[in-house]
């Protein structure tokens, strides 16, 4: 399975960024997609989640501001991010989960300057 995450970029705070995240096969096989970002000298975090029932979570640090949405037809996850701060600065990894293991995309870079 490979994933393909694209649309990062530099955005100054305040402002909106919309990720996509496409899969070589059908989404509707994985258990669950999600988000995940890394700032540098951090490790790794969950950004947000959706499982195959529709269900999401998000960070604290991300509610209300960001939604993570699946649209089947195209086996594509997108993460539209509002509000956008400086904090959320890092590479974002687009993630998906099927009942074997986890399979991670190339990661794209967030830039939010203040």
């Known amino acids: 399975v490979q994933l393909q995450a694209y649309g990062g970029g530099l955005v100054q705070a305040g402002g909106s960024l919309r990720l996509s995240c496409t899969a070589s096969?059908?989404?509707?096989?994985?258990?669950?997609m999600a988000w995940y970002r890394q700032a540098p000298g951090d490790q790794r975090e969950l950004v947000a989640r959706?499982?195959?029932?529709?269900?999401?979570n998000y960070a604290d640090s991300v509610k209300g501001r960001f939604t993570i949405s699946r649209d089947n037809a195209k086996n594509t996850v997108n993460l539209q991010m509002n509000s956008l701060k400086p904090d959320d600065t890092a590479v974002y990894y687009c993630?998906?989960?099927?009942?074997?293991?986890?399979?991670w995309g190339q990661g794209t870079q967030v830039t939010v300057s203040s």
């Open positions: 993630q998906s989960r099927d009942l074997v293991r986890a399979y």
């Open positions: 959706v499982i195959s029932g529709g269900t999401t």
């Open positions: 096969k059908t989404i509707v096989s994985f258990i669950s």
